[in-house]
């Protein structure tokens, strides 16, 4: 059982317990809740540090508001090491200056005995994508548990087979659960570049089509570090009944907390069925 404590508490959000709720709960009072058109299976957020993507992050969260979500399977990129396929967390603690949640050890064991699923422990240690959205949902829903996991590769056949694993783990899950994909967008481009890149991205995401998302990063000039969790993300909500995806907010640092020479691009969705 492992113990995996926060590791970007005090740079990318707030390390005192006070204000960081506070900063969150700012961010989710000033986001609209979107009325989705159907039965809310996944959300996908941000993930810099909070100046920069909480105020778009939460778009996503504030759908998760008194939703009564108990599991939480999270899906994040890899920033540090390419490997095939995913690392979950089977069981332990995952602790963040909100207190500790369980990694839960029934979707997790599930996914550890999945095709392309294993455990590497340093692609989680010192990961933000997934430690950053953590915060809001402690949050939003109180007391869940989480099934961890970082995504190692954009290989198009690969994240379909870690989505098989994900479908499969939650199909005869009881619990209500959800799906958390985390994903920035473009990186250092000047504003109005960094607009145009990102709509195409978005455009290749409202068609609900992994091919299209992938085709669009790959040779369209669409750009996302999560791009691999947004694929197997999509695939694994598809297999287990969602039919459509809604942006629920778009923005980039230039809007937030930065300037505009070089800004990064984040997005919030909805995937329902």
Known sequence: MWHRKAAFAGSF????????????????????????????????SPHAGYIYSGPIAAYSYAQLQGSGVELIVGIAPSHRARFEGASVIPEGIYETPLGALDIDSVAGGKLAGSDYFGFIKEAHQFEH??????????????????????????????????????????????????????TDLSHYHSYNEAVNIDHRFMESLQSFDVENVYSACSSMGAEA??????????????????????????????????GRDQVVGYLSAAIYK
């Open 13 to 44: 959000y707030p390390s005192d317990r006070k204000e960081l709720s506070a900063m969150i709960d700012k961010y989710l009072d000033d986001a609209e809740k979107t009325r989705i058109n159907g039965e809310l299976v996944a959300v996908i």
């Open 129 to 182: 994508s997934l430690e950053v959205q953590v915060p809001f949902l402690q949050r939003v829903l109180g007391k869940f548990s989480i099934a961890p996991i970082i995504i190692g590769t954009t290989d198009l056949d690969v994240c379909r087979e870690v989505a098989k694993g994900i479908s499969a783990a939650l199909s005869s899950e009881s619990r209500k659960y959800a799906i958390v994909i985390s």
């Open 225 to 258: 570090c999560g791009e691999g969790a947004v694929i197997a993300g999509m695939a694994a909500s598809k297999l287990l009944g969602a039919t459509g995806i809604e942006i629920l907010k778009y923005g980039n640092s230039g809007d937030t907390a930065g």
